[in-house]
């Protein structure tokens, strides 16, 4: 049985107080909503500021948005793995869209930062998905397939990681993949992860939808048999929407 999944995504959002009254809302509300593993990924500035209010609670956990692969040294404006470990990270997301397009980075780039997270003891929500002309093009299968591929590459991979996919077309723009074409990717990431690891093994794997996600699409969305969770990024500012979404789960 995997247990669903609900990270938020704050991208460049929100100052630290507003971060702090933010997860004094989620504390309040969380004990009345349905089991779900709740990840929060907030700007790295505000990590160790959360971390001290999060303290005590085990239902919230935190990610970085990002990483470098190297462990230290002469990378001005980069943070290691080891770094977001001890401000309090248990995940990290790797891959997004953004990254991949206004920073460049591509599969061997995301392939070092998998490493990298791994031998720094965090888990990795590893993003894939296809832009509007690829979709078109009928290449969503293809494109899926080689972000896996080139990203686990030589990487051991078992059910700490987690797969977000995210057509780029549906982030931020309103548009969201229907329930039928999100279940159809995340079937076949699924089969491409058996191909990688078993068939059974892939069923451990959770595999999050991201783009767009509202308290008004969740429930279809999260519904679907192989959609184990959402990573959600504009609804996750309003701690209101995020909890409707967690309470859509049920
Ligand atoms: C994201 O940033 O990962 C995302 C899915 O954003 P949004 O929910 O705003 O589309």
Redesign the pocket.
């Given at each position: 049985m995997r247990r669903p999944l609900i990270a938020g995504?704050w991208?460049m959002n929100k100052l630290i107080p507003e971060a702090v009254e933010w997860v004094a809302g989620i504390q309040e509300r969380l004990p009345g909503l349905p089991d779900a593993e709740i990840v929060l990924a907030p700007p790295f500035t505000h990590l160790a500021v959360l971390k001290l209010r999060l303290e005590n609670d085990s239902l919230i956990k935190l990610a970085g948005q990002n990483m470098f692969w190297e462990p230290q040294g002469a990378f001005t404006g980069e943070i290691s793995g080891a770094m977001l470990k001890s401000a309090g990270c248990e995940y990290v997301i790797l891959g997004?869209s953004e990254r991949r397009l206004f920073f460049h980075e591509d599969d061997a780039a995301i392939n070092k930062k998998i490493l990298s997270a791994q031998s720094s003891e965090l888990k990795i929500i590893l993003c894939v998905g296809e832009t509007l002309e690829q979709r078109n093009g009928g290449q969503t299968e293809d494109v899926v397939k080689s972000q896996l591929q080139g990203a686990l590459e030589g990487i051991e991979v078992d059910d700490d990681l987690v797969v977000a996919y995210?057509p780029v077309w549906?982030?931020?723009t309103g548009l969201t993949a229907t329930p039928e074409q999100a279940q159809e990717s995340h079937a076949f990431i699924r089969s491409i992860l058996g191909s990688i690891l078993t068939p059974e093994d892939s069923l451990k794997i959770r595999i999050l939808y991201?783009?767009?996600?509202t308290p008004d699409n969740s429930r279809d969305l999260l519904g679907r048999p192989d959609i184990d969770g959402a990573?959600?990024?504009?609804?996750s500012l309003a701690v209101e929407k995020f909890c409707a979404i967690i309470a859509s789960l049920n």
């Open positions: 995504n991208k997004h995210e549906a982030i931020g991201g783009g767009s996600v990573l959600v990024g504009g609804a």
